[in-house]
């Protein structure tokens, strides 16, 4: 009998001990570029686990940048995400299915410094999971991954009106998001994932 209630308030220790780890859990922040911040935000935004999409400047050369003036910098999204719900590892496999890792010209119809995807990892372990995961994908195809982990940079916000786009233009931005053949070409890169690889 003592067995029995021992192991029942070992397995209630760890029933609180998880559920304490998860209430103590902080919320982490991770950063990608794939293209126009606008698709990239609404692609997180239905994450479960992610609390906060925002649209910005990264990796340039200014420290102001605006829309019109942002020399050198990545569109990327800053992501708010709460890890005992959604791991880095799990933004990582969104991030590959919702961009172009062929295109080192930039994305869909947009091309240019502003529309090259990449990974910017905030520290050493986000950047080990990010090669990692990186070395996994590359594993599924011939074809040359050009999308590059870079050190993350300062983080720049994005004006207010790029903010949220997809809900506050829902038209403008279907309208775009279309004629820019992203999500066609997404279902193309799926089908280059699918065929097994000869390397």
């Given amino acids: 009998m003592k067995y029995f209630i021992y192991g029942l308030l070992v397995a209630m220790g760890g029933i609180f001990a998880g ?15 794939a293209g126009c911040f606008w698709c990239v935000e609404k692609d997180f935004e239905h994450v479960k686990g ?7 400047y ?14 050198g910098h990545y569109e990327a999204v800053k992501i708010t995400y709460d890890p005992s719900i959604v791991s880095y590892s799990d933004l990582l496999d969104v991030f590959w299915s919702n961009h172009d890792p062929f295109d080192a010209k930039g994305q869909f119809c947009d091309k240019g410094t502003s529309y090259l995807a990449a990974i910017f990892p905030l520290d050493d372990s986000q950047k080990d999971t990010a090669q990692r995961s990186l070395r ?3 594993k599924r195809t011939s074809q040359k991954i050009v999308t590059p982990i870079i050190d993350a ?9 790029h903010q949220d786009y997809y809900k506050k233009n829902a038209l403008k ?5 279309w004629n820019c053949g992203r999500d066609q070409r997404l279902e193309q890169v799926k089908d280059i994932f699918a ?3 000869d390397m």
């Fill in 19 to 33: 559920q304490a780890e998860a209430q103590n859990s902080e919320p982490k922040t991770a950063i990608f570029a």
């Fill in 50 to 56: 992610v609390s906060d999409v925002v649209s910005g």
């Fill in 58 to 71: 990264t990796g340039g050369q200014n420290s102001d940048p605006t829309y019109q003036n942002h020399p």
């Fill in 136 to 138: 996994d994908v590359q």
């Fill in 153 to 161: 940079d300062t983080f720049y916000p994005a004006e207010d009106y």
């Fill in 173 to 177: 931005y279907k309208f775009y998001r």
């Fill in 195 to 197: 065929t097994p690889s």
